[in-house]
């Protein structure tokens, strides 16, 4: 699932990794709705290539996904030049990843079932302070 059109100049483009589809919607529907350009990816593999070929704003990923889980993920992304701030979501209990998350470059961990608005106003907050993260 990806928004077929190139991100307009000054759009916010946003990588989602999740390996469920079904997330990959929801997140797709909800982050278009507040005029995010979004590209979604299956798992942390597919998200590093997407990396190493668009500019992306902020990526949103799962903790647990097939290949490469969204810690080795954020771990690869901090040796990027510029790395990008990050959204970790989980099912797993909060206090197991958090340390992790956080010397992974992770901004913010956000349990599942993930709550829409929630993540609508940290992602609005982010679009408005892209700038200075």
């Known amino acids: 699932m990806d928004d077929p059109s190139p991100p307009a100049k000054g759009a ?5 990794a ?3 589809q079904e997330t990959r919607e929801l997140l797709f529907e909800a982050l278009s709705s507040i005029d995010c350009t979004v590209t979604c990816v299956g798992d942390g593999l ?5 990396l190493e070929t668009e500019p992306y704003d902020l990526l949103i990923t799962d ?3 097939p290949r490469l889980n969204g810690l080795a993920l954020l771990r690869r ?9 990050a959204i970790l979501i989980t099912g797993q209990p909060l ?3 958090i340390e992790e ?3 992974a470059g992770v901004i913010l961990v956000i349990p599942k079932p993930i709550i ?7 992602v609005e907050f982010i679009k408005g302070h892209r700038f200075a993260l």
């Open 12 to 16: 916010f483009h946003v990588l989602v």
């Open 18 to 20: 999740d390996d469920s």
């Open 46 to 50: 597919e998200a590093l290539a997407s």
């Open 63 to 65: 903790y647990n996904m």
């Open 77 to 85: 992304i901090q040796t990027f030049t510029c790395p990008l701030p």
């Open 95 to 97: 206090s197991d990843v």
């Open 101 to 103: 998350a956080k010397r």
């Open 116 to 122: 829409i608005p929630l993540l609508l106003s940290l």
